[in-house]
């Protein structure tokens, strides 16, 4: 019966020592699971060099408490990370903290979705408009300052939005998110960034033979038709520049449609070579458009009767903009300009002619027109742009999305310069005789425009991160073969003043944290719980006296020798 007795006790206390056990994993599990609070991608602020000198932010990893822009006056944030959603950004106030250097866990930046690959909804025009303005500000700011701590940007939800709202709360009664009174913290564990080693640029050249007359030996005069395809902004992983320059490459691939139907019927040839230029390397320099064009034979070169670049036209409203380095006395440039002109008076738009003369003293080129003009090749770039931008200025930045470009300006666009090519090609200047007339087998589709438009607006193409097989790279060389004679790549190596560094997109965790205050309180009512518990066990198991006996001093050495 003894045994039987002490069995059942043995059982009894181990069933009890099991209730423990599960009692404390169900507790750690509840404490895991409320932790999570939301996991958004975000996308870190470009980091690079320039001549030695360090820009945007230095670092990727974040393990720091949340603040919001209403934190109490005196906060110490050098372990905070600020919250700042676009629509209430203070740029004067970020301004002020990035070129003080205060210190400062972090920042993240929340963008509306107008600004985000998918079509962003009906926003007010104004609001959009100002949104737009505030942001290319904020980008300037960033892309030209050294940072040293992670910056990120990620668009507004409903999970996003639900923590600032908790943390506004939270900030504005005078209770920051510390280690001692807990709140939100987010969480990036991602390594540090590194170089990236011996980034590539790729050109890509489609070529239209012209037809030659019987027995007629020499080299037929080319046209170029030129636009650089990659971007640069705050974001590279956002960087998707659908005006710039998107909407130039999907106005040169229109363009050598049309022309490819054109060139089809030996009737309908040209007498001129059709040169159609896909360059990268734009915002650095027009790096990749420098090497093309040393690509290119004496006999190739000399014989390019002018180039045509195609930059920024797809948020134009009635005037455009044609650039160039030659005085616009020069012969060439009037007879450009006044083939433009007389197709844009009859489409009752305007043309206007800037000109800049090209310092060859100074590497820095300002439109891509000048790479040639540095050969002495004829060409002008045409722009809705008037003015020269600054370097990595109006390349593609976070503001530059589908929702600000047009695809019936490009349309437009397209019509003027095919049309102007095709007068000059055939010889019908001063002429009015439209051969992309609307309705007709040649004339501009604009479902083809909005197609690439869309796919150019959900494609980041910062050339450093685009490797030369790049599915968009290769999509963009099976569109110029399909519709010119031969198609040929060119890969080099960006070089220049620029080294980049990775880690441009990552996933971040936003965890809700208890205060020490509350974790020390658990931990004692746990404690508790499991003392009485055991000493329970102890006495319904073994007897009040061996309970005690477990607390009583053992006896000396002394008193049991005696």
């Given at each position: 019966?003894?045994?039987?007795?002490?069995?059942?006790?043995?059982?009894?206390?181990?069933?009890?020592?099991?209730?423990?056990?599960?009692?404390?994993?169900?507790?750690?599990?509840?404490?895991?699971?409320?932790?999570?609070?939301?996991?958004?991608?975000?996308?870190?602020?470009?980091?690079?060099?320039?001549?030695?000198?360090?820009?945007?932010?230095?670092?990727?990893?974040?393990?720091?408490?949340?603040a919001?822009?209403?934190?109490?006056?005196g906060?110490?944030?050098?372990?905070?990370?600020?919250?700042?959603?676009?629509?209430?950004?203070?740029?004067?106030?970020?301004?002020?903290?990035?070129?003080?250097?205060?210190?400062?866990?972090?920042?993240?930046?929340?963008?509306?979705?107008?600004?985000?690959?998918?079509?962003?909804?009906?926003?007010?025009?104004?609001?959009k408009?100002?949104?737009?303005?505030?942001?290319?500000?904020?980008?300037?700011?960033?892309?030209?300052?050294?940072?040293?701590?992670?910056?990120?940007?990620?668009?507004?939800?409903?999970?996003?939005?639900?923590?600032?709202?908790?943390?506004?709360?939270?900030d504005?009664?005078?209770?920051?998110?510390?280690?001692?009174?807990?709140?939100?913290?987010?969480?990036?564990?991602?390594?540090?960034?590194?170089?990236?080693?011996?980034?590539?640029?790729?050109?890509?050249?489609?070529?239209?033979?012209?037809?030659?007359?019987?027995?007629?030996?020499?080299?037929?005069?080319?046209?170029?038709?030129?636009?650089?395809?990659?971007?640069?902004?705050?974001?590279?992983?956002?960087?998707?520049?659908?005006?710039?320059?998107?909407?130039?490459?999907?106005?040169?691939?229109?363009?050598?449609?049309?022309?490819?139907?054109?060139?089809?019927n030996?009737?309908t040839?040209g007498?001129?070579n059709?040169?159609?230029?896909?360059?990268?390397?734009?915002?650095y320099?027009?790096?990749?458009?420098?090497?093309?064009?040393?690509?290119?034979?004496?006999r190739?070169?000399?014989?390019?009767?002018?180039?045509?670049?195609?930059?920024?036209?797809?948020?134009?409203?009635?005037?455009?903009?044609?650039?160039?380095?030659?005085?616009?006395?020069?012969?060439?440039?009037?007879?450009?300009?006044?083939?433009?002109?007389?197709?844009?008076?009859?489409?009752?738009?305007?043309?206007?002619?800037?000109?800049?003369?090209?310092?060859?003293?100074?590497?820095?080129?300002?439109?891509?027109?000048?790479?040639?003009?540095?050969?002495?090749?004829?060409?002008?770039?045409?722009?809705?742009?008037?003015?020269?931008?600054?370097?990595?200025?109006?390349?593609?930045?976070?503001?530059?999305?589908?929702?600000?470009?047009?695809?019936?300006?490009?349309?437009?666009?397209?019509?003027?310069?095919?049309?102007?090519?095709a007068?000059?090609?055939?010889?019908?200047?001063?002429?009015?005789?439209?051969?992309?007339?609307?309705?007709?087998?040649?004339?501009?589709?604009?479902?083809?425009?909005?197609?690439?438009?869309?796919?150019?607006?959900?494609?980041?193409?910062?050339?450093?991160f685009?490797?030369?097989?790049?599915?968009?790279?290769?999509?963009?060389?099976?569109?110029?073969t399909?519709?010119?004679?031969?198609?040929?790549?060119?890969?080099?190596?960006?070089e220049?003043?620029?080294?980049?560094?990775?880690?441009?997109s990552?996933?971040?965790?936003?965890?809700?944290?208890?205060?020490?205050?509350f974790?020390?309180?658990?931990?004692?009512?746990?404690?508790?719980?499991?003392?009485?518990?055991?000493?329970?066990?102890?006495?319904t198991?073994?007897?009040?006296?061996?309970?005690?006996?477990?607390?009583?001093?053992?006896?000396?050495?002394?008193?049991?020798?005696?």
């Open positions: 019966m003894a045994l039987s007795k002490n069995s059942g006790g043995h059982r009894g206390m181990q069933e009890s020592m099991y209730s423990v056990i599960a009692l404390v994993f169900i507790l750690v599990a509840c404490v895991e699971l409320c932790d999570a609070a939301a996991a958004i991608d975000v996308y870190r602020l470009i980091q690079y060099d320039m001549s030695g000198s360090a820009y945007g932010s230095r670092f990727a990893a974040l393990n720091h408490h949340a919001s822009l209403h934190f109490p006056p906060a110490d944030l050098s372990r905070a990370v600020l919250i700042i959603p676009l629509r209430e950004l203070n740029i004067t106030f970020v301004r002020e903290y990035i070129n003080q250097k205060k210190p400062l866990g972090g920042l993240l930046f929340l963008l509306p979705d107008i600004f985000s690959f998918e079509n962003g909804g009906n926003k007010q025009v104004h609001e408009e100002q949104l737009k303005n505030l942001l290319a500000e904020l980008e300037q700011l960033l892309i030209h300052a050294n940072i040293p701590y992670p910056v990120y940007f990620a668009f507004e939800n409903d999970e996003i939005d639900t923590v600032l709202a908790d943390i506004k709360k939270n504005a009664i005078g209770q920051p998110a510390t280690a001692t009174t807990g709140g939100y913290k987010l969480v990036i564990p991602t390594p540090e960034p590194k170089k990236v080693a011996s980034p590539t640029i790729t050109n890509i050249q489609g070529w239209l033979s012209g037809l030659k007359a019987d027995g007629d030996t020499n080299q037929l005069p080319t046209i170029a038709i030129v636009a650089s395809y990659d971007t640069f902004g705050a974001a590279p992983a956002l960087s998707v520049g659908s005006d710039s320059n998107g909407s130039g490459v999907v106005a040169l691939l229109e363009i050598a449609r049309l022309f490819s139907l054109l060139y089809s030996p009737k040839r007498r001129y059709l040169l159609f230029g896909l360059t990268s390397g734009g915002p320099n027009y790096n990749g458009t420098q090497k093309w064009l040393r690509s290119f034979d004496q190739l070169r000399e014989s390019i009767d002018y180039a045509i670049c195609l930059n920024s036209i797809g948020s134009w409203d009635n005037e455009l903009w044609i650039h160039v380095s030659k005085p616009p006395e020069n012969a060439y440039i009037k007879q450009i300009f006044e083939g433009f002109s007389n197709v844009a008076e009859e489409m009752d738009i305007k043309v206007g002619l800037k000109h800049k003369k090209i310092n060859i003293s100074n590497p820095r080129v300002a439109r891509e027109h000048e790479q040639f003009s540095r050969l002495r090749v004829t060409a002008a770039t045409l722009s809705e742009i008037s003015t020269a931008p600054e370097l990595l200025q109006g390349t593609g930045g976070l503001y530059d999305s589908r929702q600000f470009v047009n695809e019936t300006a490009i349309t437009r666009g397209v019509k003027l310069v095919a049309e102007s090519l007068r000059h090609i055939y010889g019908h200047q001063g002429k009015n005789v439209q051969i992309f007339a609307d309705g007709g087998s040649l004339a501009v589709n604009p479902a083809y425009i909005q197609s690439w438009l869309d796919l150019l607006s959900q494609t980041p193409r910062v050339a450093p685009l490797s030369k097989n790049d599915p968009f790279v290769m999509a963009l060389k099976k569109e110029l399909d519709h010119t004679d031969e198609v040929n790549m060119q890969h080099e190596v960006l220049g003043v620029f080294t980049f560094y990775d880690s441009t990552a996933r971040l965790n936003i965890y809700q944290v208890a205060s020490v205050t974790d020390l309180l658990l931990l004692l009512v746990l404690g508790s719980y499991l003392i009485v518990l055991f000493s329970f066990l102890v006495i198991t073994r007897g009040l006296d061996d309970l005690i006996s477990l607390f009583r001093r053992p006896p000396s050495r002394k008193v049991k020798t005696a």
